[in-house]
């Protein structure tokens, strides 16, 4: 089921994260609920730091209840406390200008932690680009952390979550709009760029969809708060899943590859637990239903028809009885004929055994994407 897995020992890579608004604290909680973070720590040379940045502390007390909890999981295992750096900054509403300067001190403590390690280091600044505070600050915060001198074994990967159709006045906002201009220069320029590792664009309508198409118990208001919920998590963990992955291999690689560009991190879910088809009925249903959604990669990547690429990397989960092999071959031929450019033959897949039976899903790797590829930019 799972991809072979190399023999040789993998040196460790420190994976660090800042978040920035309520999206940007979602991937913050992603990173500190993997397990694979906690086992680099165990390495001599290794350290972990995580920044929270919103404007009021409502939306940050779920991540720094991870971040403490993180600490007690360290000190059970004799690991010690000053390989693991957390802080949150609270901004004060109002003038946006002055935010930069609220956050300077707390970003020189945390590339302080960054620089500390003796090993290779991505530091992601994810947000959400539809909301105010990330979207006005991911490339503020990634150029005053580049100043701060992190050295050639750290590259600096920016994070941005696209909005979704259930996002209402948030979905393809003004806001939105701006920042994929300033992040599309930016990623084009060869002078002032921070994204050093390359800024990651990532689509959520899919995940959005396949929750929504069967969900329509309870209260509407209740519904919509609880699965945009749902979806910001399932997609921010998928991300940091792949982010640790075999010692964080699979992101080096794209971040040697492919930084300084914009990227396509795409996550397409095929099934959801309880909904269209459950436990125990027949396997061609869970066929159909998979293939199915797989069916509606090219409808919600967000993706304009236009886009071609050099090269495809997927990553693709399923439970161990649901023909994974298979699952792969119909979405490589989705792929392929709808986004590779002709002659090229850049195409990987990478297969992983999922703990959730009834849970599927893909990450899509696509490089080299402009602001006018995107269905969402306006």
Same mark, same amino acid.
């Given at each position: ?15 660090h ?23 680099? *720590? ?48 609270? *901004?004060?509403?109002?003038?946006? /200008? ?23 280091s ?6 959400? *680009? ?17 100043k ?7 590259l ?38 921070p ?75 095929? /099934? ?21 959604w ?22 693709i ?18 792929? *392929? ?7 090229s ?34």
């Amino acid at each position: 089921m799972t991809d072979t897995k190399s023999n040789i020992a993998v040196e460790p890579h420190c994976v660090h994260v800042i978040g920035i608004g309520r999206t940007g604290a979602v991937y913050v909680e992603a990173l500190l609920r993997t397990g694979e973070v906690e086992d680099n *720590l165990v390495n001599e040379g290794t350290t972990f730091s995580t920044l929270l940045v919103d404007v009021g502390d409502g939306d940050i007390q779920v991540a720094n209840d991870y971040a403490r909890s993180f600490k007690t999981r360290m000190a059970s295992r004799g690991i010690p406390a000053d390989r693991f750096n957390h802080e949150s900054v609270v *901004l004060a509403p109002g003038d946006a /200008s002055k935010r930069l300067d609220d956050v300077r001190v707390s970003l020189e403590r945390f590339a302080k932690g960054v620089k500390s390690s003796k090993h290779q280091s991505t530091v992601f600044i994810a947000c959400g *680009l539809a909301g105010k505070t990330g979207s006005s600050m991911v490339v503020d915060v990634a150029r005053e952390l580049a100043k701060l001198d992190l050295g050639s074994n750290v590259l600096i990967t920016g994070v941005g979550q696209l909005s979704h159709s259930g996002d209402g006045e948030y979905c393809n906002s003004a806001a939105q709009t701006a920042v994929l201009d300033k992040i599309d220069a930016v990623c084009k320029s060869s002078d002032n760029n921070p994204f050093s590792g390359g800024f990651l664009v990532v689509p959520t309508e899919h995940s959005w969809q396949r929750l929504t198409a069967y969900t329509s118990t309870g209260v509407k208001e209740v519904r919509q708060q609880f699965k945009q919920m749902v979806t910001n998590r399932f997609v921010a963990d998928s991300f940091m899943r792949w982010a640790v992955s075999d010692g964080a291999t699979h992101l080096a690689r794209l971040t040697r590859d492919h930084g300084g560009k914009c990227n396509m991190f795409g996550i397409a879910k095929f /099934s959801h637990p309880g909904v269209q088809v459950l436990p125990g009925q027949a396997r061609s249903i869970w066929d159909a239903a998979l293939q199915q959604w797989i069916s509606f990669v090219p409808e919600y990547s967000g993706l304009k028809q236009a886009f071609k690429t050099d090269s495809i990397e997927v990553h693709i989960y399923a439970a161990r009885d649901m023909r994974i092999d298979v699952m792969e071959e119909q979405l490589k031929e989705v792929l *392929l004929s709808n986004y590779m450019k002709a002659n090229s033959t850049a195409y990987e897949a990478h297969k992983n055994e999922f703990f959730d039976e009834l849970t599927s899903y893909a990450t899509i790797i696509m490089p080299n994407v402009g602001k006018n590829d995107l269905t969402s930019y306006n």
